[in-house]
């Protein structure tokens, strides 16, 4: 499968991928998401656009990739079923191939009682799995739901996300290859803390084959401080931060912290290369887009291949 897709060209090639994000502004400030891109450009392979993501009204995805892609970034779609059904959904989907976004990563989304709109009503017509096939039919067999032929199908390089630390932990591997069938490429973690638990994760989906049919980045998130570092391993459902982690940021001094945060960081993106079947990274500096050049340089991952 080819696609117009520079990102599938990279891990084509053979390279290990790079990966950010970038979460649109809550309004309607251009500059601030052109800002947040400034600092991705050129060392980064594609960058994901989040949607409303934590259930908090921003600045829409499809709107905000066709301002990085006029920026000079490769933008990869972010779309939840959370807010759409599916005529919304194959809609923006044609709107977005349109403006010449040609990644999508298809997730349920954060649950809209966690966001500031609580009193919305959750749509979920589809579930990510099943958003998967409807965008992997309509890219091969040029269909929509229901069977209806499309006039100029969109070529995505379609990705899904994964979280290997959430309950069931049985249960991870399993769904990941529910939409490795589905027809996802490349699959995307969440924040990688515990490398035990993740490196158990990779096993399991290596002797299940899934990593000779589908391209995984290791999601990696630079801790800024202690309290970031509690809060996600008690606020945030499904992450897994260890104790020994917290011990660490906690033991350096208050201003020390974001610099060891990153150097934490830097080991773990050096770890996760090891791996058999990692094929890149997914970076999620949140707010802290500015640190992305330093992390990848000290990574040795600053230098993005030309395809």
Known sequence: MKTESRLEKVLAAGHFAVT??????????????????????????????????TAIVRMSSVAACAILKGMGHEPV??????????????????????????????????HQCFGNQKEAVGVFDLDSIQLVKTVRDMRDNGKIIGGEEIQGPPKFFIGAAANPFADPHWWRVVRL????????????????FNLDRFGEFMGQARDMGLTESVKIFAGITPI????????????????DVPEELIKRMA????????????????????QVREMEGIAGIHLMAIEWEARVPEILEAAGLSKRPEV
């Not at 490795?180 to 973690?189: K, L, P």
């Not at 809060?231 to 459902?237: G, I, R, T």
């Open 251 to 270: 033991g350096v001094p208050k201003e020390k912290q974001p610099a060891e945060g990153i150097k934490i960081a830097v080991e773990t993106i050096q």
């Open 224 to 239: 800024k401080n202690v309290g970031m570092a509690r809060y996600m391993a008690n606020k945030v459902a499904g992450m």
């Open 20 to 53: 950010a994000e970038c979460g649109p502004p809550k309004g309607a400030d251009v500059a601030a998401l052109q800002a947040k891109g400034k600092h991705l450009l050129g060392c980064v392979d594609a960058v994901n656009v989040t949607d409303n993501q």
């Open 177 to 192: 290859g529910k939409k490795v069938e589905a027809g996802a490429d490349f699959i995307q973690t969440q924040c990688v």
């Open 77 to 110: 779609l972010q779309m939840v079923t959370r807010d759409r059904n599916r005529i919304a959904l194959q809609s923006d989907l044609f709107g977005a191939y349109g403006l010449g976004v040609r990644n999508v990563l298809c997730l349920t989304g954060d």
